[in-house]
């Protein structure tokens, strides 16, 4: 298979996927071995990208460099916006 | 002090189950409203927002919702959106909706948005049927907005979109990609109204801080941006 059509197959089901679902993990290929990388949400996520990835005709190998995106603690980050100053624009 | 706790882009599998639910814990303490930019879901099923809304059932204050182009994937959009508010959750589409928190009128004007570009490189309605198509989705998008804003009378006007209306949240993201992240043409209601703040999201490896050419201050909450599941912003100056 043309290298810009299996990479085309392989972004396809990555957005499809179910567990996957993601339209910003980065494929690169070379000779049939697909790298995947960039974040996702969840281990979930990574390991279902690369068995998606995996099954799929003309893929040889995966190189599954997805690293989960760390979170931090969402209370107490407040930021400070000026309102009140739309009569004066 | 309005207090507005955003973020954008949960992109929600059932797999999650649990961990929304514990993110969004303490939000209802920290918080007097809570809107989230779209891409509710991950693919757009309605098992997807089934669940998310039974996480979201945590939250005691007000939310607010658009959807986003994942909501829209699996063309369940409909269902979606009867789902969420089922839950009570407020979704726009075009429409606004009116609060009053401490004495203080809040109003909220949603939308999806599209995409387009920005500035002179903004899409132009000329050539092959399909370009006059895709540019006529963010016209029809824009004046959605409009008529939403021009709706509002309120001490305090909120914009939530999923597309980003200003090229600045972008900075980061590959410009190949720019055009399918926003259009400027959705910030023309936003200064021709006046707003106090917008809410974008869908631009994950885009930056937080942004304005409008009036000056209205942009912010790209997408989760993936945040790196954290919601943030606040303490509206100073608005009463309350």
């Known amino acids: 298979m043309e290298r810009d059509a299996l990479l085309g197959l392989i972004r396809n089901r990555l957005a499809n996927s179910v567990e996957v679902g993601a339209l910003d993990i980065i494929v690169e290929i070379v000779d049939g071995t697909v790298r995947l990388s960039g974040e996702v949400d969840s281990r979930q996520q990574r390991e279902a990208a690369a068995g998606a990835v995996h099954e799929l005709a003309g893929v040889h190998s995966v190189i599954n460099d997805l690293v989960v995106r760390e979170m931090k603690r969402p209370d107490g980050h407040h930021q400070m916006i000026i309102s009140a100053e739309r009569g004066r624009r | ?240």
């Open chain 2, 1 to 240: 002090m309005i207090r507005v706790a955003a973020v954008g882009d949960l992109h929600f599998r059932e797999s999650y189950r649990g961990g929304v639910r514990s993110a969004f814990r303490t939000v209802s303490r920290e918080a007097d409203l809570l809107l989230i930019a779209g891409d509710l879901t991950g693919i757009g099923r309605p098992e997807e927002a089934a669940v998310l809304r039974r996480e979201l059932s945590i939250v005691s204050i007000p939310t607010v919702v658009v959807l986003g182009n994942h909501d829209y994937h699996s063309d369940c959009e409909e269902d979606i959106k009867s789902i969420l508010r089922d839950g009570g959750i407020i979704v726009l589409d075009g429409d606004f909706h009116k609060l009053d928190i401490r004495g203080t009128s809040i109003g909220l004007a949603g939308t999806k948005g599209f995409c387009g570009g920005f500035g002179i490189r903004q899409i132009t309605p000329f050539g092959e049927i399909g370009i006059k198509e895709f540019l006529g989705h963010v016209e029809e998008e824009t004046e959605k907005l409009d008529r939403a804003l021009a709706g509002l009378n309120t001490d305090i006007k909120l914009v939530i979109l999923h597309y980003s209306p200003v090229i600045d949240t972008l900075a980061g993201e590959s410009p190949e990609l720019y055009p399918f992240l926003g259009c400027s043409m959705l910030s023309i209601p936003v200064d021709r109204h006046g707003t106090d703040l917008v809410v974008h999201g869908h631009a994950h490896h885009g930056v937080e801080l942004g304005q409008t050419d009036g000056g209205v201050p942009v912010r790209n909450v997408a989760m993936q941006v945040l790196r954290r599941y919601y943030i606040v912003y303490d509206l100073v100056g608005t009463g309350g």
